[in-house]
Nanobody, 115 residues
Framework: QVQLVESGGGLVQPGGSLRLSCAAS????????MGWYRQAPGKQRELVAT???????NYADSVKGRFTISRDNAKNTVYLQMNSLKPEDTAVYYC?????????WGQGTQVTVSS
């Protein structure tokens, strides 16, 4: 099994910043592509950013230029640096690890952007 635990969420004012962390563990964990997704109330879960094993990144258009995904393979951790936050970024953010036969998900961390 693989366990993913997100942290770093909270309440921030528009224009502010947060850094989310996702720590992966478990006997079956290996270095795999990972990503961040988010889900706002009443909406479907959407992709925010992904990162390959080698560090190649991809971003949703809505966060491009504001968010940065990175990873530390030695720590089995992926990060999401979120800058210039907007109220539209308010959502539960989920960490994802992509495997050939299935994806693993964390429980999510709440990010609220409000003045």
């Amino acid at each position: 099994q693989v366990q993913l635990v997100e942290s770093g969420g909270g309440l921030v004012q528009p224009g502010g910043s947060l850094r989310l962390s996702c720590a992966a563990s478990g006997s079956r964990f290996i270095v795999r592509p990972m990503g961040w997704y988010r889900q706002a109330p009443g909406k479907q879960r959407e992709l925010v950013a992904t990162i390959t094993r080698g560090g190649i990144t991809n971003y949703a258009d809505s966060v491009k230029g504001r968010f940065t995904i990175s990873r530390d393979n030695a720590k089995n951790t992926v990060y999401l640096q979120m800058n210039s936050l907007k109220p539209e970024d308010t959502a539960v953010y989920y960490c994802n690890a992509n495997y050939p036969m299935r994806d693993y998900w964390g429980q999510g961390t709440q990010v609220t952007v409000s003045s």
